[in-house]
């Protein structure tokens, strides 16, 4: 699990941010709120980079250190570790895994799985 974001820069919105003693440690869930532009979905980019183990990102020149509860720490260089539990709700979510268009009387499906087996049923009715 995370237990704090102690480094990030040149990603999105955040320039230079480095770690404050006031932050609160993230929990098993977390909720990220606020207005638009203070950079909840760039905060949720990065998250989702830890739930893919990708380190591609959209930032290249990015720079992130992350300190795990074990004491471990993950940056943006590292492989990304498997034993970590991440799920992103954002858009991107959404985007992949929910299909309003292909629904059939009030089903909505919400996997990506499905979201293919849907196509290759299209495919074939066409």
């Known amino acids: 699990m995370i237990r704090k974001i102690k480094k990030v820069s040149n990603f999105g ?20 709120y606020g207005l638009n532009g203070s950079g909840k979905s ?6 989702s980079l830890l739930e893919s183990k990708k380190i591609k990102s959209r930032f290249p020149n990015s720079k992130w250190n992350i300190t795990k509860t074990d004491g471990n720490v993950i940056t943006e260089s590292d492989d990304i570790d498997s034993s970590l539990n991440i ?5 991107g979510f959404i985007d992949r895994n929910l299909n309003w268009n292909e629904t059939i009387q009030g089903i909505l499906v919400v ?15 066409e």
């Open 111 to 125: 996997s990506e799985d499905k979201n293919e087996e849907i196509k290759q049923l299209k495919n074939k009715k």
């Open 42 to 47: 760039t905060l949720s980019h990065l998250y």
């Open 13 to 32: 919105i955040f320039n230079e941010i480095e770690n404050n003693p006031d932050y609160t440690n993230f929990n098993k869930l977390n909720l990220f």
């Open 87 to 91: 799920r992103v709700f954002d858009m």
